[in-house]
Each structure stands twice: as structure tokens, then as C-alpha cells.
């Protein structure tokens, strides 16, 4: 009985780790997003808008996760509503992110950062990349759905960070030449890979099984 209560208590236990993680993930989205506006405002540069939007879309999947853990109580098949949810806001904020950034073939347009803002959105961007893939990695020994969608999300907002931080870097690197052709390529393709991470989470979704995940409740709030 012991071996059994201390195997629960260590599925408590990382529950509680992801969310105060996913917590803080959460409303540094909010932060940032916040952040990206106002620069967007006072800079002029709409392109601060856009990406503070997709931004706020990220933070909202955390909304939608936190809900579904709530209300689902680790059953696998009543996460599937806010799984799809999370896929949903996922697959619009990369289709407009798309858009906007295939509109710089008709329309250039190269914002200006300094070096060191730009090197470091950089830093920040690859940081966010290499997080998102070690989360992947790691084994969901929940067989958690709305975690799964938690790592998907993540990476795909680090994918678009880093698309975010090719900008930022061409606009002081490129002096000669307008990058918005680059940056246009860049932006598609990163959007394109969020567009097939949504295509891997629909794979999930239509595969999942039944599965009621223990001690999951304790901590949905």
C-alpha cells in the first residue's frame, strides 16, 4: 500500500510543478503580449501588433487548459472539447500570422531595431525554442491530452519567436537590402510548421482512449 500511496503522491507532486509552471507561463503571455502592443502603439510598427496578438492567442490556450483540467477531471475523452479548443486558436493565429507575413511580398516593410534589442529577442527566441523541445521530449507519464496540447502550444509559440527574432536581427544586420522578402519566407515557414504541429495534435485527438488521470483535480484550479 505504501509503494501505491507514494506512486500517487509523486503524480500529485508533478501535477502541482506543471501548473504553478503553466501559471507563470500564462501570465508572462499576458505580460507580453501587453508589452508588444504598447510598443506596437507608440512605435508605429504594426507589425508589434500583430505578433502581440498571437501572443495573447498563446496565453489563452493556458485559459482553455486550466478549464479542461478543471472540468474534465483527468478524463482523457471530456479533454478532447478543450483539446480541440486549444488546436483551434492555435491553427487561426498561424493562418493570420501567415497572411500578414505574405503580404510583405506585396507590401515591404522592415522595422528597425538597435543590436542589442535584437540580439536580445534572439536570445530570448532560442531560449523559448530549446525549452519547448525539452518539454516535448520529456514523457507525459500522465498520458495527459490537455499537457500534450500545453507542450505543442509552447512549441509553436517558440517556433514563431524565433521567426519573430529573424526580423529583429536582419533589421540591423541588412543595411544594403530590404529583408522583407526574407522575412516574409522566414515568417511562412514558421507559421506553416505551427499550422503542421495543429495537424499532429488533430492526429491525437481523433486517437485518444479512454483514461482517467489520478490526482489531477486536486490541483485544477
Known amino acids: 500500500m505504501k509503494r501505491v500511496k507514494d506512486f500517487f503522491d509523486s503524480l500529485i507532486e508533478k501535477n ?20 508588444k502592443m504598447l510598443f ?19 496565453a489563452l490556450t493556458k485559459e482553455v487548459f486550466f478549464k479542461g483540467r478543471k472540468e474534465s477531471g483527468g478524463d482523457t475523452l471530456k479533454q478532447r472539447k478543450y483539446y480541440l479548443q486549444m488546436c ?3 491553427a487561426l493565429a498561424s493562418v493570420i500570422y501567415i497572411a500578414y507575413m505574405a503580404r510583405l511580398f506585396f ?7 538597435g543590436m542589442i534589442m535584437g540580439i536580445a529577442i534572439a536570445t530570448f527566441a532560442f531560449t523559448d525554442l530549446i525549452i519547448a523541445i525539452v518539454n516535448l521530449a520529456k514523457k507525459n507519464t500522465h498520458r495527459d491530452l490537455l499537457v500534450s496540447g500545453v507542450k505543442s502550444i509552447g512549441l509553436a509559440g517558440a517556433l514563431l519567436a524565433i521567426a519573430f527574432a529573424q526580423i529583429a536581427i ?21 507559421g506553416g ?11 491525437k485527438y481523433f486517437k485518444v482512449k479512454p483514461y482517467i488521470n489520478p490526482g489531477v483535480d486536486e490541483f485544477s484550479q
Do not use: E
Open 107 to 113: 507590401y515591404p516593410s522592415n522595422p528597425q531595431y
Open 16 to 35: 502541482r510543478k506543471h501548473h504553478i509552471a503553466t501559471h507563470i507561463s500564462k501570465y508572462f503571455g499576458y505580460f507580453w503580449a501587453a508589452a
Open 40 to 58: 506596437g502603439i507608440f512605435s508605429g510598427s504594426f507589425f508589434f501588433c500583430v505578433s502581440a496578438m498571437y501572443t495573447l492567442a498563446f
Open 170 to 190: 536582419l533589421s540591423f544586420t541588412t543595411t544594403d537590402t530590404d529583408p522583407s522578402q526574407y522575412n516574409a519566407i522566414g515568417g511562412i515557414v514558421m
Open 88 to 90: 483551434g486558436i492555435l
Open 193 to 203: 510548421g505551427c499550422l503542421v504541429i495543429c495537424v499532429f495534435m488533430l492526429v
